[in-house]
């Protein structure tokens, strides 16, 4: 039987009961109160869920303005109206058959040969890695057969994550391994409804300048690019520029050009797991599907531009080594400064921050929204890319603060000055672990950076505890707002503990009995060289920390003294 992504029972739902019972059910399942989560087996795919059932919000029931947004907001729609708004759009979902089929390509390709399904899987290893024998830790062939519900999100999935794919073979409409920022709020216990909403932006916000918004439909061209033929990108001035798409189509890129081949056989399927009655083992696919040129910005994705060559396209934030998931990360991905870094936050986050200005200014019920804008959190996730090869998948959350439009460049201020004591400590950390390590440590190679990810992860938690004091003090809206000492101090108090901490970790990798004496003293030095470095006790190498405890007018507990440290053994 073909399927239907809007009237199937394809997607399954975590409910609210104890045992965290989880049912497949139509999309129209995400406005039961009972349902708190989607429960998808990959990552990947649940990233991809969660996106598809915003598009699907957005497409359908895209608000006016913001004040309607609230008010949807207040009084979410039931099971039964969500299926009728969702009705009009659904010859647009066919998996499926001899009509236009989602996402795929109006062409059935019969001339081309067929492939393994398994290369809708972003992180299936590329031609190239294949062909070289690299595929060391992502085998080739481990995917044979998907069941129409994990073939139909690795399909979204894929054209919406699009990578490099070599000549012809387009990349998506946000570029190649693109990061995806949602807003939550801060209560895991609330409904799937409430947590997709925010993420689902007014008709007077969410197009972007040339383009101009009209009710969707599912006979628009501009919107769902598979409902009519092809846009095939094989020679110049065939790219897709954003005004010559719908407003929304940016949640419906179509990048590739694929056909899926259905099986009327039974089997189980490589990810989920379950025995089904259809299968889908192979597909088709054609080079030179959408091309997607100009100044696309996809409202849930963050971007940056060249603020010393502003005439230049901005580009998509990607996964990187590390992840985003760093506090160092938090600036670019929540406060807009195209001046100076060009950081431009995904336009959903943005205009996030502006609906809490106007509930405050012009909402007589703002106190019902306080928690979604005082206490939200950010959901940040994406593969690392490598070209076409996935080199991982990250995944982080982090809190959300809105202030007042007027104390952005304090709170930036205050945040630049937090993380900058931070780097400068971890660089310290690792320059004394090379010390206690080597013998010539200035002739040490090596990548250190795993210190700088444990460092950083060991103090994000009293990282995001000062953000929201800082919030706290900045929504306030005095008019010369102070942060105060206490909160510098324990900022301070926490690099320290846990930069000595991770030194004594890592300097000490082996048992003491087997050292001999010289590693011993360097161990020794190199502790003590960081210690006063972290403690400021002396003027020439404790600067960094007297000048943070002198800009937050708190006191070090160690008094100042001249050159009592030994010289680094560097």
Not at 268 to 289: A, F, M, P, W
């Amino acid at each position: 039987m073909p399927m239907n992504l809007l009237t199937d029972p394809w997607l399954p739902f975590r409910h609210r009961d104890g045992d965290g019972r989880i049912d497949y059910r139509p999309p129209s399942a995400l406005a039961d109160p009972n349902v708190l989560d989607l429960a998808l087996p990959r990552a990947d795919f649940q990233g991809a869920a969660w996106q598809f059932l915003i598009a699907l919000l957005q497409t359908a029931m895209t608000p006016k303005n913001t004040d309607a947004w609230l008010d949807r907001y207040q009084t979410p729609p039931s099971v039964a109206e969500l299926d009728e708004l969702l009705v009009p759009f659904t010859s647009a979902f066919e998996l499926d058959g001899d009509g236009p089929r989602f996402m795929q390509d109006l062409d059935p390709l019969n001339d081309v040969a067929e492939a393994s399904v398994s290369s809708l899987l972003v992180d299936s290893p590329g031609v190239n890695t294949v062909k070289k024998n690299r595929d060391f830790f992502v085998k080739r062939d481990r995917v044979r057969g998907l069941c129409t519900e994990c073939a139909a999100l690795a399909l979204y999935t894929m054209q919406i994550n699009a990578p490099e794919g070599g000549a012809g073979i387009r990349t998506g409409l946000r570029g190649g391994g693109p990061l995806t920022t949602l807003i939550l709020p801060e209560d895991n216990s609330k409904p799937l409804w409430a947590r997709l909403w925010p993420n689902v932006m007014p008709a007077d916000a969410v197009g972007q300048p040339g383009q101009t918004w009209h009710a969707p439909k599912v006979d628009d061209r501009d919107l769902f690019f598979w409902m009519s033929n092809t846009r095939i990108s094989d020679r110049k001035g065939t790219e897709v520029l954003p005004e010559q798409a719908h407003p929304l189509h940016a949640f419906w890129s179509m990048p590739r050009r694929y056909r899926l081949l259905f099986d009327n056989e039974s089997g189980y399927c490589d990810i989920c797991g379950r025995e089904v009655t259809r299968l889908v083992r192979r597909l088709r696919s054609r080079k030179h599907g959408a091309n997607y040129d100009g100044p696309w910005r996809h409202p849930l994705t963050p971007y940056r531009m060249n603020p010393k060559k502003p005439d230049e396209l901005p580009f998509s934030k990607k996964g990187q080594p590390g992840g985003p998931s760093s506090y160092r990360h938090w600036l670019g991905l929540m406060l807009e400064d195209e001046a100076v870094s060009g950081a431009l936050p995904a336009r959903v986050v943005t205009h996030h921050l502006q609906k809490y200005r106007l509930v405050e200014a012009a909402r007589d019920d703002g106190e019902v929204f306080e928690a979604l804008f005082k206490r939200a959190r950010l959901w940040v996730f994406g593969y690392d890319m490598k070209q076409m090869d996935a080199r991982g998948w990250y995944n982080a959350e982090m809190p959300l603060v809105g202030v007042p439009k007027t104390h952005q460049e304090t709170l930036r201020g205050w945040i630049k000055r937090f993380v900058e004591l931070a780097e400068k400590i971890a660089k310290e950390l690792r320059d004394r672990l090379k010390d206690a390590w080597f013998r010539r440590p200035k002739d040490a190679k090596g990548d250190m950076s795993q210190i700088d990810a444990q460092f950083f992860e060991a103090t994000q938690l009293a990282f995001f505890t000062a953000l929201r004091e800082m919030g706290e003090v900045l929504r306030e809206d005095e008019e010369a707002p102070t942060l105060s000492p206490e909160t510098h101090r324990q900022w301070y108090l926490a690099l320290k503990r846990e930069a000595l901490a991770l030194f004594d970790a890592q300097a000490i990798s082996g048992p003491l009995e087997g050292m001999k004496m010289q590693q011993l003293e360097r161990i020794t030095n190199a502790r003590r060289y960081l210690s006063a470095y972290l403690s400021g006790s002396d003027k020439k190498i404790g600067k960094t920390v007297q000048m943070f405890a002198a800009e937050g007018s708190f006191e070090l507990t160690t008094p100042v003294t001249e050159g009592n440290s030994e010289e680094s053994p560097a």
